[in-house]
């Protein structure tokens, strides 16, 4: 969903300079007529973005699946997320010749609005109630800040640490209040877990710390005995043989380098701008948007907004938010359902 803020005048009738559509048809005829658009050549052609060929995208792509291959958006799987391709189109429309515009997407999810933005030189900010995306949202907005030297020295750092001997993950141990029907992490695989996390829980430099939480975050499902299908189910109940190990290292050291990659892509993609474009995530109900904004400091919104079915998405990310140390209790994780939207 996009909408286009015709001033910043506090006194045209609009709040925060964005005007309210006249009618459900008016929406509903711009939607139409922008499903028809043809795609224009250099959306056609294959391009490559580090290595990925430039996919369909937009509105072709009508279950987001091009961004699982993208750089930066391939860092993390989010249900019903955004196609990058749609979002590059509705800023080529909307905001064709203004360079340094504010972006405000209220449902960021993973990002997808925010990163886009920033590649068009725009400045960004998502609000985002699960604080697992709004970590992905915020590592990928730090990502060009990161130097790939310094990551690859921490990844170096997490293979020797795994590679060591001694106790594993001695101080880390399994989140009091995380339950599952069957054992989350197989016996083999859980020790390996908690030795990872001992790193990656170590505080420092910021932006990579995030990498690391969100690296561990994107693979710890596949390491369980449990599966995205796409709502989280144990690997039995659909037919899967439980996992007693699990390659660990592998897993989080391979999305890690992916990454390294794609930092290095993004601060290529925001080099030619005169000032870095800024992306900022605030973990929070966007019905506290007063809080946050400024009247009028919005030009564009573009959003993916919550459908009203029944992917639960606290649900679905109990696992990193217990592991990650988001929530600690139960009634932490109601208080994050309750102010999602959507209806289950
Ligand atoms: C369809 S997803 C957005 C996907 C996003 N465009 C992307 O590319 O990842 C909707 C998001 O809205 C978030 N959400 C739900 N209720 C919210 C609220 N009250 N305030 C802020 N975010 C909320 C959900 O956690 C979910 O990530």
């Avoid at 009618?23 to 052609?45: A, C, I, N, V």
Wanted: aromatic share 10%; charged share 20%.
């Amino acid at each position: 969903m996009t909408i286009r803020a015709p001033g910043k005048t506090r006194g045209s009738g609009t709040r925060y300079g964005i005007k309210k559509p006249d009618g459900g048809e008016d929406l509903k005829e711009e939607s139409q007529r922008l499903l028809l658009m043809p795609e224009s050549l250099d959306q056609t052609f294959l391009s490559h973005y580090n290595g990925v060929a430039k996919l369909s995208g937009g509105f072709s792509d009508c279950a987001f699946a091009d961004n699982k291959q993208r750089p930066i958006h391939r860092w993390v799987p989010w249900i019903a997320g955004f196609s990058s391709e749609f979002v590059r189109d509705t800023f080529k429309r909307y905001l064709p010749d203004k360079r340094a515009a504010m972006v405000l997407d209220p449902f960021c999810g993973v990002g997808t609005t925010l990163v886009e933005a920033m590649r068009g030189g725009h400045n960004a900010m998502g609000f985002e109630i699960n604080p697992y995306a709004a970590l992905a949202a915020r590592a990928k907005c730090e990502a060009a800040a990161i130097s790939p030297a310094q990551l690859n020295n921490y990844i170096l750092k997490l293979q020797e640490h795994m590679r060591a001997a001694g106790t594993e993950g001695d101080s880390v141990s399994v989140p009091a209040h995380f339950r599952s029907r069957i054992p989350f992490f197989g016996p083999r695989a859980q020790p390996k877990i908690l030795k990872a996390l001992h790193f990656i829980k170590r505080p420092r430099v910021e932006p990579i710390q995030d990498l690391f939480s969100l690296a561990f975050g994107s693979v710890m499902v596949g390491l369980s005995n449990y599966s995205y299908e796409p709502s989280l189910s144990s690997r039995p109940a659909v037919g899967k043989p439980t996992q007693d190990d699990a390659p660990v290292t592998e897993a989080i050291v391979t999305k890690l380098l992916a990454m390294r990659s794609d930092v290095a892509w993004f601060r290529e993609q925001l080099e030619g701008f005169p000032e870095r474009p800024v992306g900022r995530v605030l973990p929070d109900n966007f019905l506290n948007a007063l809080h946050h904004l400024d009247p009028g400091t919005v030009d564009l919104i573009v959003t993916s907004p919550p459908y009203l079915n029944n992917y639960h998405y606290i649900r679905n990310t109990r696992p990193q938010l217990f592991w990650l140390g988001f929530v600690h209790k139960p009634s932490e994780l109601k208080r994050l359902e309750t102010q999602n939207f959507g209806k289950y």
